[in-house]
């Protein structure tokens, strides 16, 4: 396996090495100093030399040091990159930072998380499990990059997590919460019902992506990067033509009137206005799986709530959509008229 003793160079304020492995050529960032790039060209040279002799990758790297990386390829690839980071500089670094990749195994993570539910008061099963999968990742990207065998934590076991939650919204208590709310959040959480649209798609509509004339609310950039169409009730429709505006301009605005609320407000403003009116727990996320279930019991397919929601799968759709009791209930009704004794031979009825 030929291999060039590589070369180091710099643009603009960082230092790059490259060399020839493997029969392939390597690029990798080594920081704003020289030395580092001197030093990792070191180290990829000695790890190409290792997989010559058949001999295991030892990487130098600490998780601290991959962080920086791992967090590029996150942000380029990720949208809930940041998420990803807060996972990393609260928690992971903490516990494994100063571990070399390598030392990072099966074991050391089950007592991260036996030590994580130890914690008073505990985080629940579902934060743990996706701390453990941000690390996970960050492995899976080192094996990528040649500075890991093998993953150690393919294997690990997830703790198990409580069933999804369930949440309800009855049409009096949709009527509480508007009039309890102030008029922008009440506006939100009224397009929100209408449409199943998650917040952030919410927040970055603006009257372009309106379409009157097709009853349509377009979504431009979703959580899976496709775009969808949602349609609009008369009703809804109504209520946005009559303040309609620039095309540029935003569909929902703050108490400013100018720019549209942080994420973090309406959040607030839904939590903390239902609590006052007797609906603990009630959160703005909430509203999609009510709409959901609306979509549902109005007579929606699972593809079809799956086509408004923007679910690649049926799988998220089921979970949000939930069928309400009445609508169970209503099947039954219905199947105990249908005429079973052309069954009674069958293999259905055994």
Known sequence: MPQSGGS???REKTWYVRCRADGRDVRRAAGHTRQAAVLLRAKLLEQAERRRLGLPVQSNWTLKEWAPEFQK?????????????????RHLLPAFGHLRLQDITRQRVEAYQRARLAERPAPCNGTINREVAQLRRALSLAVEHGHLDYNFLRGVKMLREAPPRMPSLSREDEA??????????????????ATGCRRGELLALRWRHIDFEAAALIVADSKDSDPRRVPLAPGILAELRARQG???????????GKHPPYETSITAAVRITACRIGLPGLRFHDMRHVAATRFLAAGASLPEVASILGHRTLIMSRRYAHTTWWRLTAV???????????????????
């Open 8 to 10: 180091i160079y710099k």
């Open 73 to 89: 390829w996150s942000q380029a690839h990720r949208r809930g990159w940041r998420n990803d980071k807060n996972y990393f500089e």
């Open 176 to 193: 509480r919460l508007l009039a309890a709310l102030r008029p922008w959040a009440a506006a939100m959480v009224r397009l929100a019902l």
């Open 246 to 256: 620039l095309p540029d301009g935003y569909v929902l605005l703050g108490d400013d």
């Open 332 to 350: 039954v009704e219905r199947a105990s008229g249908i005429d079973v004794q052309g069954l009674a031979g069958s293999s259905i009825a055994r």
